[in-house]
């Protein structure tokens, strides 16, 4: 799997690059705060739409194939904007088109070249906890490159980021697909279709209730991910390196949050039980954010809140793959699941884009409170549906 490690590295330091600065790069370039937001509302939404079916196509055709055009529309959209901020709508749509590529087809593809290997070592769980210490690491890379060049030629960002993306499609390209290798030598295998009827039995009940814990929790993202970059922007004039400095923050509290649970944590309960307790404890973070000016406490307590979700994001990814019961469908499945997300992020984005300003950003902590207080909720149901589920299946099975 250190193949693919890597390849998870170089995608995932386009990200890093582009959630590093991206706000900032945007208001700095003379959009206002409601500008800025309609901008990532039309990026979360033109992702959402297309999520479904182009997970479906991922399946269909190969979930490498998708990853790799998914990068080659990296390549290009961020290619275009470091040549001209004026085709700024072209380069998103690319940038859109591309995540919609990518979204769900990689980790369904990395967990369906893990479940083929004849002496696996490791479970799905710790499969996704490595590839978040990997994702942690492309944020580093992200973290130096982006505002530093941003502070002095900000097209540069953009055209590195573009050639990111083309070091990872040509690296990727030479990474084996097991999986639909296995389909070409099995004649007698189905191809996955994609109707209501395939999507309801191909997933657990608990499932399709975890979608909707995930909608608010990307609701409450979306609304704290926007006013992060104005926050540090206000506190500071010499923001470049405060971000810098924040990112890598970010990253070493959710370095040890992952190395914490597997260390700790996970001699103790199953992986699902400490989701809610990570978004709960990134609840209460966001409560402290509205009663604090003061840069140094709100760091803490973000921290601790970062620190959690290092552990609660890889988990949760798992538990939704351990929810998926076809198989030939995860891709689809993942890009639901991102599509729920996306969609809770967009409509706190458009709703901020009309009320938000750059002197009050509290607002913005506020919607985060509430969406993860409700994620918490929400995804408490899903467990316990999960419970019962796995119990009427233990008896139907003990009947037999």
Request: proline letters at 3%; a positive charge; charged letters at 10%.
């Amino acid at each position: 799997m250190k193949k693919y490690y890597l390849l998870h590295l170089l995608s995932r330091t386009i990200f890093g690059i582009y959630y590093s600065c991206s706000i900032v790069n945007m208001i700095s370039d003379g959009m206002t705060i409601q500008q800025a937001c309609l901008a990532s509302f039309c990026l979360c939404l033109g992702v959402s739409v297309f999520e479904i079916p182009f997970g479906f196509i991922a399946d269909k055709f190969g979930r490498k194939l998708s990853v790799l055009g998914g990068l080659t529309a990296h390549c290009i959209g961020f290619g275009v904007f470091a040549y001209s901020t004026a085709l700024f709508p072209v380069s998103m749509a690319c940038i859109a088109f591309g995540m919609t590529l990518i979204s769900g087809a990689d980790k369904a593809w990395y967990v369906s070249q893990l479940e083929l290997l004849p002496d696996r070592k490791i479970t799905t769980e710790t499969l996704f906890l490595n590839l978040s210490l990997v994702e942690r690491g492309a944020m580093v890379i992200g973290a130096f490159v982006g505002p530093y060049f941003m502070a002095r030629n900000p097209p540069m960002v953009w055209g590195i980021t573009s050639l990111v993306a083309f070091v990872a499609l040509t690296y990727g390209s030479f990474l084996p697909d097991h999986h639909k290798l296995n389909e070409k030598k099995n004649k007698n295998v189905v191809s996955p279709k994609l109707d209501w009827n395939s999507l309801l039995n191909g997933a657990s009940v608990s499932f399709f209730v975890l979608l909707f814990s995930n909608f608010f929790f990307g609701f409450a993202e979306g609304s704290k991910g926007l006013v992060i970059q104005p926050y540090i922007m206000g506190i500071s004039s010499g923001y470049v390196g405060i971000l810098t400095i924040h990112q890598l923050l970010c990253v070493a509290f959710r370095f040890s949050g992952i190395m914490f649970y597997k260390k700790v944590l996970q001699a103790y309960a199953k992986g699902p039980q400490f989701v809610a307790l990570s978004t709960f404890i990134m609840f209460l973070s966001s409560v402290v954010a509205l009663s604090t000016q003061s840069y140094l406490v709100f760091i803490m307590f973000f921290g601790l809140a970062i620190f959690a979700l290092g552990w609660g994001e890889p988990l949760m990814d798992s538990t939704i793959n351990d929810k998926i019961t076809n198989s030939k469908l995860k891709a689809t499945y993942f890009s639901m699941n991102s599509m729920f997300t996306n969609v809770g992020e967009a409509l706190s984005l458009l709703y901020l884009s009309f009320v938000l300003t750059k002197e009050d950003m509290t607002l913005g902590w506020g919607m985060a409170a509430i969406g993860f207080l409700v994620s918490v909720v929400v995804f408490s149901g899903a467990v316990v549906l999960r419970k019962r589920e796995l119990g009427v299946v233990q008896e139907a099975s003990i009947a037999k």
